[in-house]
């Protein structure tokens, strides 16, 4: 074999290489992805695109990205930072649009309650957005997306301890104001 032709090989194998670490990627974490940019950006076209930043974000890293340790961190990290950042594009632009949240009932729930659910949790939804940024931030990331403690910590750049004050604290605000919410419709 000539020279040219081995280092084409080991080009094109490279090239699957990395083609199959992306794959795996996309197979294992779209899902944790895509529900931490929702998380941030709250429409569901702005997360799936980017869903698409962040794969796109990951092929540049190339063979870097088999070195990491935690993969799962890792993407996370880059999700939440492509997502924070498609979201003070999306505000400084005024193009921020709010995503319908009701998901479909049980067809054995009665209408009424249907509905009580369905105001309930855009109810919460709203007092979540309304929380400081730097109390909602851990609260989504450790409650929703079920990110450790230290994970979440990785991906806002905070200490693991911050991380649970600010997501205890966030609940208790959202305690309080729920239940001052639930008094008042009684």
Do not use: C
Not at 5 to 27: F, I, K, P, W, Y
Not at 140 to 151: D, M, Y
């Amino acid at each position: 074999m000539t020279a040219d032709l081995v280092m084409a090989e080991q080009v094109m194998a490279a090239a699957g290489s990395e083609e199959n670490l992306l794959e795996s990627a996309v197979r294992e974490h779209a899902q944790l992805v895509y529900r931490i940019a929702y998380s941030v950006l709250r429409n569901s076209s702005e997360a799936e695109d980017a869903v698409q930043d962040t794969f796109l974000r990951v092929l540049r890293y190339g063979n870097k990205a088999a070195r990491v340790q935690d993969q799962k961190a890792w993407l996370a990290r880059i999700a939440w930072r492509v997502a924070v950042e498609r979201r003070s594009k999306l505000v400084h632009s005024s193009a921020r649009d709010e995503a319908a949240t009701a998901d479909l009932a049980s067809t054995t729930d009665s209408p009424d309650r249907v509905l009580m659910d369905k105001e309930r949790r855009e109810t919460l939804d709203r007092f979540i957005a309304a929380l400081p940024e730097q109390l909602r931030d851990p609260l989504i990331l450790a409650t929703i997306e079920e990110l450790s403690p230290r994970e979440v910590g990785s991906v806002i750049g905070i200490s693991e301890a911050a991380v649970r004050s600010r997501a205890f604290r966030a609940r208790q605000i959202l305690r309080e104001r729920m239940a001052t919410w639930m008094g008042e419709r009684q």
